[in-house]
Nanobody
Framework: QVHLVESGGGLVQPGGSLRLSCVAS??????GEWAWHRQAPEKQRERV?????????TYIGSVKGRFTISRANNGNAVYLQMDNLKPDDTGVYYC????????WGQGTQVTVSS
């Protein structure tokens, strides 16, 4: 069974940066889309970034120009570079891969606070 393992979350001050990683436990053996989602306290989960099979990236408006999604060359990992972080970016961040199956990671906490 394939698992996605996320890392890179933590506590950062406003204006700081974090880089999240999401790595598959085995070769995914196929083409798929990757996405990052977040769930803030008492809010619904929202998708913040997606990279499709053509490597086209899309973002929600609140993170455009600050977040960058990218995938590993072997297709088995995805990253989220987050710059100029704001308190509203606080939440649990999840990655997911949609290919021959849909797989989700367990989440990593990001807290932006002074």
């Amino acid at each position: 069974q394939v698992h996605l393992v996320e890392s890179g979350g933590g506590l950062v001050q406003p204006g700081g940066s974090l880089r999240l990683s999401c790595v598959a436990s085995t070769d995914l053996r196929g083409i798929g889309e990757w996405a990052w989602h977040r769930q803030a306290p008492e809010k619904q989960r929202e998708r913040v970034a997606l990279i499709d099979t053509d490597d086209t990236a899309t973002y929600i408006g609140s993170v455009k120009g600050r977040f960058t999604i990218s995938r590993a060359n072997n297709g088995n990992a995805v990253y989220l570079q987050m710059d100029n972080l704001k308190p509203d970016d606080t939440g649990v961040y999840y990655c997911d891969w949609l290919g021959a199956m849909n797989i989700w990671g367990q989440g990593t906490q990001v807290t932006v606070s002074s």
